[in-house]
């Protein structure tokens, strides 16, 4: 079977690896369809070896269209979204605007493809911290229990896209350099107040909640009980903005339900989908997010047992998140719908 495929945001930081992805596996094309906002149409994109040309995205643009991969932000997903379900196609929505939808599937295929199913037009793509986190403890999850996590994460640049990719490198030059350090976009490109992220680290993604969370923490807490179908599950995270391009990283604690030794722990993360245990602090091997740059699984070492809690677990996550953290998320989602 063969899909006709729409990408909404092809120029960005998630669109590009979108189609890398889709090149990458082989995705069953009919027909691939990039677009974006007016100032990119006509622009030349390199796809499979030969170059599609990119188009502004508007309701038309979707007739035809099977599937529908979006990662142009919330605000354009939302106004998108309804129209190419009009029209037929079935939107992967790599935004927030759909997330919490109890009509919509929240979906990492390791841990609930079975819901996929139940969708009505619209799936969505959870954030990139969530995703990874939920693919280490899924194993965990389903061997020993737990309902409670505690997380604290080092995000990469990227996840604020392409111009937030660009300000990093102009900073550490200007830095370098000795030229005055311009401040726009982070941590919060839409906020008026901006600080430096080269050699920096900024407790804050995303914009502040009323509860003085910020909404990428509540996204963590929120989605990871979608995700699992666990109301019960409670995870209390804090969210940082390191100055790396490309890769999350997350030190995750987590207290199991039942006793366990850490060969047991090693052995179910290393059965498990989408995971590659590297954990050997003897020998200097953990995970870091320039090696994990790049490629589509979730990356797990420095597991630990808690030296007070006896059954309290520790462990560092590292993935691209712009490949598992969204793009190959999303692709393997299309990938299923195409199957089935
Ligand atoms: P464009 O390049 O034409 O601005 P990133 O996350 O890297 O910032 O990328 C955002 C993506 O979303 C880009 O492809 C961008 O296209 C696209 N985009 C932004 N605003 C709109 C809009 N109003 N309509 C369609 N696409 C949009
Ligand atoms: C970040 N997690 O790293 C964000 C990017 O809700 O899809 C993705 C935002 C989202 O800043």
């Given at each position: 079977?063969?899909a006709?495929?729409?990408?909404?945001?092809?120029?960005g930081?998630?669109?590009?690896?979108?189609?890398?992805?889709?090149?990458k596996?082989?995705?069953p094309?009919?027909?691939?369809?990039?677009?974006?906002?007016k100032?990119?149409?006509?622009?030349?994109?390199?796809?499979?070896g030969?170059?599609?040309?990119v188009?502004e995205?508007?309701?038309?643009?979707f007739?035809?269209?099977?599937?529908?991969?979006?990662?142009?932000?919330?605000?354009?997903s939302?106004?998108?979204?309804?129209e190419?379900?009009?029209?037929g196609?079935v939107?992967?929505?790599?935004t927030n605007?759909?997330?919490?939808?109890?009509e919509?599937?929240l979906?990492?295929p390791?841990?609930n493809?079975e819901?996929?199913?139940?969708?009505?037009?619209?799936?969505?793509?959870?954030?990139?911290?969530?995703?990874?986190?939920?693919?280490?403890?899924?194993?965990?999850?389903?061997?020993?229990?737990?309902?409670?996590v505690?997380?604290?994460?080092?995000?990469?640049?990227?996840?604020?896209?392409a111009?937030?990719?660009?300000?990093?490198?102009?900073?550490?030059?200007?830095?370098l350099?000795?030229?005055e350090?311009?401040?726009?976009?982070?941590?919060v490109?839409?906020?008026?107040?901006?600080?430096?992220?080269?050699?920096?680290?900024?407790p804050?993604?995303?914009?502040a909640?009323?509860n003085?969370?910020?909404?990428?923490?509540?996204k963590?807490?929120?989605?990871?009980?979608?995700?699992?179908?666990?109301?019960?599950?409670g995870?209390?995270?804090?969210?940082?903005?390191?100055?790396v391009?490309?890769?999350?990283?997350e030190?995750?604690y987590?207290?199991?339900?039942k006793?366990?030794?850490?060969?047991e722990v090693?052995?179910?993360?290393?059965?498990?989908?989408?995971?590659?245990?590297?954990?050997?602090?003897?020998?200097q091997?953990y995970?870091?997010?320039?090696d994990?740059?790049?490629?589509d699984e979730?990356?797990?070492?420095r597991?630990?047992k808690?030296?007070?809690?006896?059954?309290?677990?520790?462990?560092?996550?590292?993935?691209?998140?712009?490949?598992?953290?969204?793009?190959t998320n999303?692709?393997q989602?299309a990938e299923?719908?195409?199957?089935?």
């Open positions: 079977k063969e006709t495929v729409a990408v909404l945001g092809a120029t930081a998630v669109g590009e690896q979108i189609l890398r992805n889709l090149e596996r082989s995705f094309l009919k027909d691939l369809r990039l677009l974006a906002s100032r990119s149409a006509g622009k030349k994109v390199r796809f499979n030969g170059e599609v040309t188009q995205a508007t309701p038309e643009a007739e035809g269209v099977d599937i529908a991969l979006f990662s142009a932000g919330g605000s354009v939302e106004k998108f979204a309804p190419a379900v009009k029209r196609a939107v992967v929505d790599n605007a759909f997330r919490m939808d109890p919509v599937p979906i990492v390791e841990v493809k819901e996929i199913k139940h969708h009505k037009g619209i799936i969505a793509n959870p954030n990139c911290s969530t995703i990874q986190m939920v693919v280490a403890l899924k194993p965990l999850y389903d061997r020993f229990g737990f309902d409670r505690i997380v604290s994460t080092y995000q990469a640049v990227s996840g604020s896209g111009k937030a990719m660009e300000e990093l490198n102009e900073q550490s030059r200007a830095v350099e000795g030229r350090v311009v401040k726009k976009i982070m941590p490109g839409k906020l008026d107040k901006h600080y430096q992220i080269a050699f920096n680290a900024l804050q993604c995303d914009v909640q009323e003085g969370f910020t909404l990428e923490e509540m963590m807490v929120r989605e990871t009980k979608k995700i699992f179908g666990d109301e019960q599950i995870v209390t995270a804090t969210c940082v903005r390191v100055p391009q490309r890769g999350h990283s030190s995750i987590v207290e199991l339900k006793d366990f030794d850490l060969e090693r052995q179910a993360l290393r059965e498990a989908d989408g995971v590659i245990l590297e954990d050997d602090i003897h020998n091997v995970p870091t997010p320039l994990s740059a790049g490629r979730v990356f797990v070492g597991v630990r808690d030296t007070v809690h006896p059954k309290g677990l520790n462990l560092w996550v590292v993935s691209d998140n712009l490949l598992k953290g969204a793009a999303a692709v989602i299923h719908l195409v199957r089935e």
